[in-house]
């Protein structure tokens, strides 16, 4: 919806020996889903890898609306929760039958089930774009939510439904107990979801739900209905949102009306946005992250909520392509070799910014911590929220960090301005 | 021999207001067709008229025979019928060549597949080449349509038009904004781009409304006047006035 | 019958002037800005808390006007360093902006006054009831609220039709683009209504947070039904906003009122077929439905009549 | 941008950190610490803080310290799973959680799957607040214990303390449309239909939880019902809420309640000036006239600012240590097979006892109404400041709390 020309997704196709680079990207990635637990093998890293990859496959169904097809939707929950209830009713229909269909074939059922509830509904809500979508979608994720509460029998109240996916039939002598197998399992369906949501950017309708998202108006002039290009993308994002859904009624064995609920669609937009709506691989940047310190951070800091809103309206504010639009920013620097003109005036401002970052950090633990709690620890130092020097500490970087940064930044947009004139000479930037 | 494009007592009003009073128009098979007339004269509803932008209050329009008023614009577009825009009207954080490829895409079949993969169908990639080419874009093919000179996005908006092969073009204003110099390069190009198409163009350069033209049709308030070859037009006296105003009488 | 019907109307009518209270500045700041403010909710919750707080030190009344001042310069600060810069970026910018500002302005609220309910209570001179109907007491507070909320609207309306203005915010609200190339200083007309929005939030919160509870979590509790109302009225629409919030106090109230049920009007069903979603929706009564009533609403206007109730508009 | 490089560093240094010290027994406390939830989690997080240091103080459990660690489940039963398993994996033994029956069942479900898998690595659920009779019922699990008085014990109690009311004749039942509500409602109408089959129920009312703004039209409903008697298991702002809304209206009824005394009941009922009209079933007051647990207020009261809520989180913890040194071991085998059936003089006052057939503690119950102190020095504990205090009204014995249960216990 908002028109900044950014490039859209890798035109590097084109260019010779990309191919073999892009094929390498996603062999490094395999990769590293397989090596990943060999490295950091302790339970909670498990866990926190297991989280992650479906956090990456929410988040990047969500992209297939928000970034691919410019549907800002508020409720992407529904089909995630619904592929979540229907895998945990399969598993645990499957488990009474004894029908021979093994653990990992459960998230094509989650997919299923979010596709089902896009195809009957989506032809409504996909109408219209804009406000109206968001808007219906908001509705729609509040209904379901509230409607799971009251059809108990399908979602067993606020409890959910729970399941025991041990009991399904073992694969290969994998019974899928161990978080580990779990994990194996969840990484092979990042993969794979992953690579097919890649490939479908690469089809005539992924490449007609970008139209769609420039300017639907012009689509309608070159044979395509909008309104249909925007229902199919619902009902893939639907689809993967499903698989996600899925997996993490296999991680965790239930599935109940949160699952359905506002927080997860707040969080998936967190993680596409956060990560950077316009490029591919943003999302997973994102759902790295925000999983990442939805875990860590509500076990440091009382008030993670807080930090949630302030890096959300940073990046808004200051980076609205997201990590990756940042990232990217910097591809053509790279490519006319005029990046090592920047990096000194991002070093120069780095120390300020860390400090103003810090001074944030100290102001807000001061004042969370006031009336009791534990000392503040900051690069290992303890602060006392109740004492003086904190509130001077504190000061100092926050005040003192801010005018030093504010200075250093004008700097680093300086040497941006030049590196960028250079690449533009070379030809690397438009 | 049925007529590209047949309008029949076409009117539209938006609430009380009417726009167009009892529109007649008929554009031949491969006739090159120029609307001209005073700003406000609802030219450019009529445009919208005919691609299914906007419906008509009453009245039929025809498509090589088929009625198509009431039917959308992709409807109508998938019959043969494809229009540029007045204002630049591309897909601006896309690349030229995907902006190009996006028009190609349904005519040549593809539709909403969802299971090819775009970059390696042969004859999307052959036709987006080529028109890139004729549009002389192919040097800006990986840039953001965002980011091209204005003449250069009035250039892709003509490619974009004329990409899904349509037997009727539609141009709204083509060569609006532009100097002496790419004004002469765009009516080159257009010529050559409808070669052998019904072409409808609207146009307030009289020097390429008459260099291109083979039937002018003058429209007024909404209604059309006069329609004939340019010297009939130029010889006609209803025109005269409507331009000049008083002082004919 | 009758007594049920009379309260039921009384308290719909109640409920739908809070309603009011509390849309009309989401109202007014879209129809302005295009700005459809997640944190409209928040303001009100920090109205509520500056209210409790001043009340505390300096009485309720002077309160009831400083309080919404102080919100107001809020939110003209929020404009002017925040949303001022992501205008460029588009309306999704903004709107995010404003959903990651309702987080932080939570927890805000909770690390300064705690996550607990606040004691804030209705002022003595309010605290009596206005008048019985049916030996059921209307508090002469509620009396109050409804004052408020009316002369907000004709306030409001006046000011939207007859001040200049107002005038430049009706041109905006149908010739969004015209109105910056008119020469205005959109920049200052755009950080004054959106103060002028946030104060009006902060004055329901103020009026509110005694007759309901003033907590930490109270701006996540009321924030959407007032997308449903304003979407509901018609985006931008004073009068459609007022409409609704009537529209849906009395349809929540007279819903809870209704004990019917499926089961009520063709008789339960027969055991045997055991528990399914049939007999779930078979015995639920339009009471239990009642608070998600105005979402349903909210999904079937925007499907068949996507601008609203009054709007002009779709997006 | 260097913030979230900063944060992230922070929390990868929590996430790695699992080394700790080994002696120290670690108490995973889940419940929400941020969020609508968080006031009560906080409570409860101070209550459990409070008893490990007072166990700390007296050596701790058989020379190992207790340690608390609070782990935030934001009143979510899949965020609650999250931190279960991150505790597990720090090497927590233990995890305690109260707030809402719809966490406690996944933790019991968690619990039970955990230790079938992980032999070796077991781990009890201690439950203090979490009162799905299910989670004693079909749904019960060798690893998980309650102190408190499932929803439908409490019932039992009251309406043994109802039937010897005469004054009641006409009964509204109103609760949150969730299962606990529904347990209340269903419990209710069933034992007072046996105890008391003269009272009428004229009314039942379920409401969305925590969606209502405005309870004026439930109110105008009870009002018309002729109700003399309100039952209700509502709490937090669906409390407050009713209670206002029945003031402002001026329905005269006697309110029954499980909860009024949570965080924030109190102000609304001394907002609403309902003085001795709103009962509370509970298993512990704080003006209870037994010494040793006053002397205990009055210290908790003045070391954490709030009162007691929990007596039974007093009962979980000291029994947690008598049946670790029961058992000479702080496993949890061990102390699971400790604390079936034992038996143990409660807070206070009174024995209670672990059955081992649901691991279900029974207890002495107390129906309290909330009012003016009129004897400070009998009564001298009032709630969030309002100066007014619970007064105990009727005392029902652990013999009159006892339900059967349908527990079908698979043992290890």
Known sequence: MTNAPTPSIAAAKQEPGSALSFYGVWLLAAVALVVLPMVFSSGGSLTSFSLIGIAIIFALSYNILLGQTGLLSFGHAVQYGLGGFLAVHVMNAVASHNWPIPLPAIPLVGGIGGAAFAIVVGWVMTKRAGTVFAMISLGIGELVASSSLILRSVFGGESGITTDRTSLMPLFGWTFGPQIQVYYLIAFWVMVSAIAMYALTRTPLGRICNAVRDNPERVEFIGYDPHVVRYFAYMFAGFFAGVAGGLTAINFEIANSAYLGATQSGLVLFSAFIGGTAYFFGPILGAILVTYLQLGLTSVTSVWQLYFGIIFIGIVMFAPGGIAGILMKHRPLIRAGTLRTVIPSYLVAAIPTLAFALGIILTIETVARFSGGDPIKLLGIPFVATAPTTWASAAVLFVGGFLVARITWRRVAEAWDRAATVARDRGYLA | MTAAIQVNAVEKSFGNVQIIRDLNLSVAKGERHAIIGPNGAGKSTTFNLISG??????????????????????????????RSFQVTNVFARMTVWENVRCAVLWATGHRYAFWKNVDTLPEVKQRTAEILDEIHLSHRRDVPAGLLTYAEQRELEIGITIAGGASVIMLDEPTAGMSHAETERAVALIRRLTEGRTLVIVEHDMSVVF?????????????IIASGTPEEIRGNPKVKEAYLGEEVE | MAELIVISTLNGVLFGMLLFLLSSGLTVIFSMMGVLNFAHASFYMLGAFFGYQLTRWIGFWPALVLAPLLVGAVGMAVERYGLRNTHKHGHVAE????????????????????????????PAALDFPAFTVFSTNYPAYKIFMLVVSVVIFIALLVTLKRTRVGLIVQAALTHPSMVGHLGHNVGRVFMLVFGVGSALAGLAGVIAGPSLVTQSDMAAFLGPILFVVIVFGGL???????????????????????NGSLASVFGPLDPSLGASPLTDIWNVTIAQIAPILPY??????????PMGLLGTRES | MHKLIVAAAAALTVLGGAASAQESIKIGYIDPLSGGGASVGEGGLKTFQYLADELNAKGGILGHKVEIVPLDNKTNPQESLVQAQKAVDAGVRYITQGNGSSVGAALEDFVTKNNSRNPGKEVLYFNYAAVDPSMTNEKCSYWHFRWDANSDIKMEALTNYMKGQPTIKKVYLINMDYSFGQSVRAAARKMLGEKRPDIQVVGDELHPMLKVTDFSPYI????????????????????????????????????????AGGAGGPTAIKQTGLENQVFQISEGVPNSGNKAAMDFEKDFRAKTGISVWYPRAVNEMRMFKAAAEKANSIDPVKVAAALEGMKFEVFDGGEGFIRKDDHQFFQPIYISSFGSLADKAKEPFDEENTGWGWHIVSKIDTEQTMLPTTCNMKRP
């Open chain 2, 53 to 82: 932008h906007i419906k008509p209050t009453s009245g039929e329009i025809r498509l090589n025979g088929e009625v198509t008023s009431g039917l959308r614009p992709f409807e109508i577009n998938r019959r043969g019928l494809s």
């Open chain 2, 211 to 223: 260099g291109l033209a083979d039937r002018i049709s003058v429209l007024v308030y909404g209604h």
């Open chain 3, 95 to 122: 709107l995010l902006l404003t959903f990651g500002l309702a987080f932080a302005i939570e927890e805000i609220v909770s690390m300064i006054w705690g996550k607990s309910p606040v004691d804030y209570r209705v």
């Open chain 3, 236 to 258: 931008g629409s004073l009068p459609g906003a007022f409409i609704a919030s009537l529209l849906i106090g009395l349809i929540q109230t007279f819903a809870v009122a209704l």
């Open chain 3, 296 to 305: 349903l609403l909210l999904v079937l206007v925007l499907i068949f009549r």
């Open chain 4, 220 to 259: 105008a409903k009870i009002k018309a019902s002729g109700a003399d008697t309100v039952v209700t298991g509502n709490w937090g702002q669906d409390f407050a809420l009713l209670l206002k809304a029945a003031a402002d209206a001026g329905l005269k009824v006697n309110w029954y309640t499980y909860y």
